[in-house]
Structures are given as C-alpha cells and as structure tokens.
C-alpha cells in the first residue's frame, strides 16, 4: 500500500483505458493489470458538448464500473486553455480535482509544450486541482512545475506510444535524486514489461502506461505481465540492487576450489 | 442487415414485413455512411478472431447475394494494400504481429517491395518502400446496394411499412405507433434503435468524406497505419475515394468536425501527392451501434430474434449473421 494524491492505492501501475479492442477486453485487461487509477481522455469524446451532455457517457459507466481511481486527462489538447477547459469538464463529469495535464507541442512526436504546460499547472492549482503534469525529463522544467505546487510529476520515458521504454535513463535518474520528496511516475513510451520494471528499479514510485497492453495481441495477458513487472521492479529497488562493478568477483570462493579445475580452465 | 436478412428470407419463400424507422431510401441507417468494405484480415488490427471468421463467410457469401441481385457492378475484388511511412514502419510490423497471432498464413498477406508495390500501378510506390497485400479481400458500393436492396425488395412485392418507428419487438410481435401487430417470428435488425430494449448498446461516431481525384489511380483499398489516425481509402469509379473513418465515443450523429477532416485528409494527401487537388465531393457521419465486446450478437428467444452490435463491420458481418438467423428460423 502507498499513498498517491492522499488516496491509498496498492498497484504501482497506473493504466490508459483508449487503444483497446473493445470495452470488454478494456476492462478485462485493466482488472488482470491490478492497477488501481485509471486514466480516460475527455477531448474527442466532449467535442462541441457542454459536460452535462456529453457523449460516451456509456463508454465512461463501463470505466466506472472497475470502481478504479480515475485520473481524467487533457490528452490532445495544444495551449493552457483548452487544456484548463478540459480540466474543468472533467471534474464535473467525474467528481474529481484530479488531472492528468497533457500539453501537446509537437504533435508528430507529441512532445509535452514545456511552457504552456506550466501556465495550465499554475492555473489549475489556484483552483483546487491535483495536478498529474505530463513532462518531459528537463530538470529545470521539473523544478518549476514543483515550485507552481506540483507534489506528483509524471516524466516521460519516451515520445507517447513508442514503446522504446526509458531513452534517457541519466536524465530520469538525475530527476530522481534531486526531486526526493515528489511522487515521481513515468508515464509514456513504456513498451515491455522490463521497461517498467526498470523504472521502478531506479526508485520511480510508479508507471503509467496505455499502448503496451491495448495494442498486445492480448491485452490481458500483457496486463498481467506488468502488474508482476511493477511488483519485481519495487521488490528489487526496497531489497537494495547491487552497485554494477567493473571487475569480475566470483559468487564461490577461489579458495576451495581443486587446483586442476583452475589449471583446466 | 435488416435488408441483406429480408431478401435471404424473401429468396427462401418466406413472406416478409419490413418495419423502418425511416425512408425506403435508407439514409438514416448507419450501412448508409459505410464503406462498404469485406477486410476481415485488415479489422484483425483491432477486431477478433470472430468477427474474422463471419468476416470470411461472409466473404464466401456476397458474391452469391450480389449474384441474385443482379448487381455484381457493385461488388469489387481488389484486395487491400496495408501501408505505413518509413517512420511509421514499427506500426506495420504490429499488424504483422496481430497476423502472426491469429495464425494467418503468410500466402494471405504476402509483403510487397518497392518494386512489386510500383507494379500494382496504385502510385503508392512514390511514397512508401513496401505494403502488406491482403488480395483477398474485397469492397461493395454501400449506398447504391441499400437502393438495389430496396428495389429487389419491394418488386418481390415485401410490404414495407416505411416512416414507421417501432417501440419494441417481442416474442412474434412488433409494437408501433399504430399498434401491435403478430407474427409467426419477429427479427429485431433496429441497431441503435433498440437501445431501450438493450442497455448495453451505445453509439460510436464515425466520420467520412468522399474525394473525387483525377490524379490518382488506385484499385485497391488502402489502409495506411499511422500512430495517430486510422485511415481506410475505398475506391469508386471514375477516380472518386471514400475515406474514413474515425471512431469517437459519443452518439452525436453531427456533421464531420473540422478536427476529424483535417486528419483524414491530412493522412489521404500523405498517402499520394494526387490527392492534393482532389475534390472533396461529400462528408457523411453515422454512429454504428456496439456492444462492450465489439462482437455482434444474434439472441433467439421464442419467436423473437435479436442481432446487433455489428458496430463497424455490419457488411462485412450482414450475411454469415442472416445465415445464422435463417438457421435458427429453419431449424425451429
């Protein structure tokens, strides 16, 4: 059990509910990946609607049906106001101050806009919100996001949807060891099971990740696959991972062993 | 799959009453926005093996329905051409993977390279390296066949009660405006029409747009693979392209939104530098309906068969599910 946004949770995954092939199997594979939070996009869904209205109101009683923590997000939004806009439609749907805030910059690479990124944080903070910021790995960026009142930061392992896993591991660390007291969570570009491991190897308090299961073959299966991944990673980063060493150092002690075996080898 | 069910019906003798919510003409139907595709191998990118599998018996059946239409003008056997950009390669080798999953055997989806893509006279080979053909797989012109449906209909002499909202269907009854009215069976084809009577139902958009390009001539479909859009290209005579379809979760039934053109087109211009003084000759959008497991659903009860959920494969599903439904019928 861990606490995020002051809500405890056990499951060190946080899971995406779009990509699937059906709702059926959306659901099927959110369950068998034992996360807890779940996020959904409001912004195609919403499109010309005032929130009351909505469309995928059916779609979003299916997600309500898990009983999960939902983590609403601004995925395809492009400046701090339609990002803020769709921050407020979601708390009114889903009765939450949580945000996952999505900015995109580039939208080949759907690279987070570090800049209007901070103006929507800022903003939503004033009003009350817990905001999740979809960022890049920049240091500096990450800071300021702290400073606008930011206690969750979800870094970026690579560009949404790659499945590359953690492409710059320095810089993630580096993050890691300075911002101590965040809740740190890579959320995008996690395609293996490894990759989350890994990220919660380096001492990540979670993962977040979408394409990896809905696009497996067989999702549920995959959503199982991770939720033993995130269990080992955080197994192994609490039990304490061996410093790696440049010279070899023998698990059996030379000592013992018959001379004829060295001379042989 | 009301009117691919009736005139199965109607050709095994069996008298038919047709209650539409709508016009004869069929515009309110969701097949009226389709494609018209028969891709059961191309939907395993996000469909399963059941719909797969309809998928091919139903490919086995069209030609014979579209035979005793009269109508084989309007059933194409091109195959599809599956495409991604060098930079997009990673999403060619996912449907490969999905392919491989499902055991499809690789003399159905044999892999073309520049050069065999070039021999296929598409212009495809200007932009893309390679393609994954799917030769079996064929296309029908959706709205002329609903009309030719219609005309077979109505001159076999179906009563065809047109306009004509139907509440519910029951065990042998249909109940309307006008009453109820019994039968020896009653077969609810109503889609998102019979959400009062199936909960589970619910509307999902799709947007297309029809292009007509002088300068461009492809014969097969296309379907490009792209990390953000899904885009299937339909061709038509005389050089006119259907194109679709985007997928939201929502049952607005408003025209196409700016957002979703842009996509479309900005992914058909991708596609083959002709496309970009194409015409666009019409936008359309309709909401097919879909149950939680994407899977259509034939349910006997009685006198009374229900099926729906076609969501967006109803003609690539329509005749393997009247079969089903005819079985059931003659079986009883």
């Known amino acids: 059990m861990w606490t995020l946004a002051d809500k405890p949770v056990n499951s060190r995954l946080l899971i995406g509910s779009a990509l699937y092939p059906s709702p059926h199997i959306m659901q099927e594979a959110i369950r068998a990946s034992q996360a807890d939070v779940v996020t959904v996009s409001l912004r195609r869904q919403t499109a010309f609607q005032q929130a009351e209205q909505a469309g995928g109101q059916q779609f979003w009683q299916l997600l309500r049906e898990l009983e999960l923590n939902i983590l609403p997000n601004t995925a395809g939004c492009h400046n701090a106001k339609e990002a803020i806009t769709t921050a407020h439609m979601a708390r009114e749907l889903f009765n939450t101050n949580w945000i996952k805030l999505e900015v995109i910059g580039d939208e080949y690479s759907l690279q987070p806009d570090p800049f209007a990124l901070l103006e929507a944080t800022k903003e939503l903070i004033s009003q009350g919100f817990e905001v999740f910021p979809y960022c890049t790995d920049d240091l500096v960026l990450c800071e300021k996001l702290v400073e606008a009142g930011c206690r969750i930061l979800m870094p970026w392992g690579a560009p949404i949807g790659t499945g590359k896993g953690l492409i710059n591991p320095y810089a993630l660390r580096n993050l890691r060891q300075r911002l101590t007291d965040i809740t740190l969570i890579v959320d995008a570009g996690i395609g293996a099971p490894s990759h989350a491991a890994q990220a919660l190897e380096m001492g990540y308090d979670a993962v977040l990740l979408n394409t990896a299961v809905a696009k497996s073959p067989d999702p549920i299966s995959m959503g199982k696959a991770f939720a033993a991944a995130v269990d080992a990673g955080r197994l192994a980063y609490q039990a304490g991972i061996m410093p790696a060493s440049d010279t070899a150092s023998p698990s059996t002690p030379t000592l013992g062993t018959p001379f004829w075996h060295q001379q042989s080898s | ?332």
Not at chain 2, 80 to 108: C, G, K, M, S
Not at chain 2, 123 to 152: H, K, N
Not at chain 2, 215 to 223: A, F, N
């Open chain 2, 1 to 332: 799959m009301g009117r691919v069910l009736a005139w199965q019906l109607q050709q095994q003798g069996f008298q038919v009453i047709l209650y539409d919510q709508a016009s004869t003409d069929g515009e309110a139907a969701a097949a009226f926005v389709a494609a018209g595709m028969l891709a059961p191998y191309a939907e395993l990118e996000s469909a399963e093996s059941d719909v797969f599998q309809l998928g091919l018996r139903s490919l086995e059946l069209w030609p014979q329905i579209i035979h005793s239409l009269k109508a084989q003008h309007l059933f194409h056997a091109g195959g599809t051409l599956v495409v991604a950009h060098p930079q997009d390669q990673a999403y060619l080798q996912r449907f490969q993977q999905q392919l491989q999953y499902h055991q499809i055997a690789p003399e159905h989806s044999p892999l073309l390279s520049k050069q065999q893509l070039a021999a296929t006279n598409s212009g495809l080979a200007e932009r893309f390296d390679m393609a994954l053909s799917l030769p079996t797989e064929s296309w029908i012109y959706a709205r002329e066949l609903l009309g030719v449906l219609q005309q077979g209909l109505l001159d076999q002499g179906v009563q065809w009660h047109h306009n004509c909202a139907v509440a519910k269907v029951n065990n042998g009854q249909i109940i309307s405006a006008a009453g109820v009215h019994h039968f020896d069976w009653a077969i609810d084809c109503r889609g998102l029409g019979a959400q009062a009577q199936i909960p589970q139902l619910r509307g999902v958009r799709g947007e297309v747009i029809e292009v007509h390009a002088p300068e461009v001539d492809i014969k097969q479909m296309v379907r490009l693979m792209h990390p953000h859009y899904r885009l299937y290209l339909v061709p038509r005579d005389n050089h006119h392209y259907l194109l679709g379809a985007t997928q939201i979760e929502t049952d607005d039934q408003s025209n196409i939104s700016v957002r979703s053109a842009l996509e479309l087109l900005s992914a058909l211009y991708s596609l083959h530098p002709g496309f970009a003084e194409a015409r666009i000759v019409r936008t359309a959008t309709g909401c097919r309906p879909a149950l939680p497991d994407h899977l259509p659903s034939v349910v006997t009860d009685n006198q009374l068969i229900r099926i729906n959920g076609l969501f967006r494969h109803g003609f690539l599903l329509a005749p393997a599910l009247a079969e089903a439904a005819l079985a059931q019928i003659q079986g009883h």
